[in-house]
């Protein structure tokens, strides 16, 4: 089989993977999910396989074959994406968008660091169509259209709708291959500001509880003991420091190791110190502060990263909104 190097990855499944259909297994697996760049259906992760998207000990498989004790799968990223998923299917055109509100922060040949507003999401979905980070890119750099995937051009990595911050886009095939291969070695180093909820006993530390799916809806879960979770639970840490505290308030710099979905502000949470603004991970009994912002105070601060030979390090500028609730948590010394 004839492929090139940057689309072949092996995913190793963990014991107590053994045993499932290989079909469950990539649809349980973030790693299978951060190659693929997005969370695929069983139906599209099915086609995919019996399009020779998976080896087996160098064997083709079938979607309903069975992960064998000791077994590493290898993974043909290009099998996966040749085809639309539904939604591309529905929407064949990412329409321009030049009035999308992004600042640049630093552009080069290879990529462009923007600093995303709050607010705006990165790629349209089903429930936002227009007004995305990608209907931007295809407005100022039209080139990037063949970069990637169709609705999501140039983006390597994502962050969530109401976190503002640094985000990463390709330029070119070779660099949106290098940028993806940094991500998934965990090669990218990213720092996060955050206002909590309380303050942390510790100065410093690192949280490494297991991610895993929520058994409510689409959110994630810290798998600590006695809490439901479903599919396979992954490894996670995130390192977090107090920067400054002001009454029952915190403001704190958060490190993520790992790169799961949603990963600081679940892990944040699972440690009672949510991210102020999350009405999804702060549960009703930690939100005792008013007024509350219409978003979670979580803004990704500064990006490093090592890239054909060259060294490079951005920050974003606080926006006004994160500056702003602050100052008044700092001005009323939240009890």
């Not at 503002?164 to 940028?179: E, M, V």
Request: hydrophobic residues 35%; aromatic residues 8%; contains cysteine.
């Amino acid at each position: 089989m004839d492929v090139s190097h940057e689309n072949r990855y092996t995913v190793t499944p963990s014991m107590a993977d053994f045993g499932k259909r290989i079909d469950v297994f990539l649809a349980q697996s973030k790693h299978f999910e951060d190659i693929v760049g997005k969370k695929l259906s069983r139906a599209h992760i099915s086609r995919g396989i019996r399009n020779g998207g998976v080896l087996a000990d160098a064997s083709r498989v079938k979607p309903h074959t069975k992960l064998l004790a000791t077994e590493c799968l290898t993974v043909f990223s290009d099998k996966f994406t040749s085809f639309p998923d539904k939604f591309e299917r529905q929407h064949k055109t990412l329409v321009p968008e030049p009035s999308v509100p992004i600042d640049i922060i630093r552009e080069t040949s290879d990529f462009v660091i923007i600093n995303k507003p709050a607010g705006i999401q990165v790629h349209p979905s089903s429930t936002s169509e227009s007004g995305t980070v990608a209907n931007w890119i295809l407005a100022h750099y039209p080139e990037i259209a063949t970069i990637g995937e169709p609705m999501r051009p140039g983006i390597v990595h994502r962050l969530d709708r109401n976190t503002s911050g640094l985000l990463i886009i390709a330029r070119t095939q070779k660099s949106f291959a290098a940028l993806k291969k940094l991500f998934q070695n965990r090669s990218i180093h990213k720092s996060y500001l955050a206002i909590v909820y309380g303050v942390p006993h510790k100065q410093a530390g690192s949280i490494t509880t297991p991610i895993a799916r929520s058994t409510r809806g689409d959110r994630q879960s810290a798998a600590l003991p006695g809490r439901r979770v479903k599919g396979v639970a992954r490894p996670a840490e995130t390192s977090y420091r107090i920067l400054e505290t002001f009454g029952s308030v915190s403001l704190i710099e958060a490190t993520p190791k790992t790169g799961r979905t949603h990963q600081i502000r679940v892990h944040l949470s699972s440690i009672g110190h949510p991210v102020i603004g999350d009405c999804l991970y702060a549960s009703r009994s930690s939100r005792t502060i008013a007024p509350l912002p219409e978003r979670h105070l979580l803004h990704a601060a500064q990006l490093s990263f090592r890239l054909f030979e060259q060294d490079y390090s951005f920050s974003a500028p606080i926006p006004d909104d994160f500056s702003n609730w602050q100052e008044l948590y700092k001005s009323e010394k939240v009890r």
